[in-house]
């Protein structure tokens, strides 16, 4: 049971990292666009296939790619905050939040990887996107073992 808590934990801070990049990569996504994207006046028109996801940078996919990518990375690192809280304790009481948080961060990380596809497929990024594709496709495989490893610890307490 204790490699099983070290297994959570050491999942639990690479995690909280990897989200913590996702998000500042994610923000300065998010900022190059508000400051460079469209700018529309009273005497300008819209053009004819105007998105309210413009992103500058990258393709079709990069504004649907960056807006999930963010909202993953708020519930991910929220989830590790929780998930810290649980491998402190390390107590059934607590399990349920624990994995409750980060099946919900789990899922949101697999959207934003499902756009990290779309992207890669559509070609014409920079290197800080592909740092953030990169990012989520790990993390959805690091998240999902953090929640076997919480699994796993139940299984083996109960009879």
């Keep these: 049971m204790a490699v099983l808590k070290s297994a959570a934990s050491l999942l639990l801070v690479l995690n909280f990292c990897m989200y913590g990049v996702v998000l500042g990569i994610g923000g300065w996504a998010m900022n190059r666009a508000i400051d460079h ?18 992103f500058p940078m990258g393709n079709a996919a990069t504004g649907f790619f960056v807006l999930f990518a963010l909202i993953a990375g708020v519930v991910g690192a929220a989830s590790a905050i929780v998930g810290l809280n649980h491998v402190r304790s390390w107590h059934l009481d607590s399990m ?14 697999l959207l934003a990887m499902g756009f990290a596809w779309k992207e890669i497929s559509l070609g014409f990024r920079n290197v800080e996107l ?24 139940t299984a083996r307490r109960n009879p």
């Design 96 to 109: 349920p939040a624990a994995v409750s948080a980060a099946t919900i961060a789990w899922s949101l990380t």
């Design 37 to 54: 994207g469209f700018i529309i006046g009273p005497d300008f028109y819209l053009p004819a296939h105007f998105s309210p996801i413009y």
């Design 130 to 153: 592909r740092t953030m594709e990169a990012l989520l496709i790990i993390l959805s495989a690091t998240q999902l073992m953090y929640i076997i490893s919480i699994h796993g610890s």
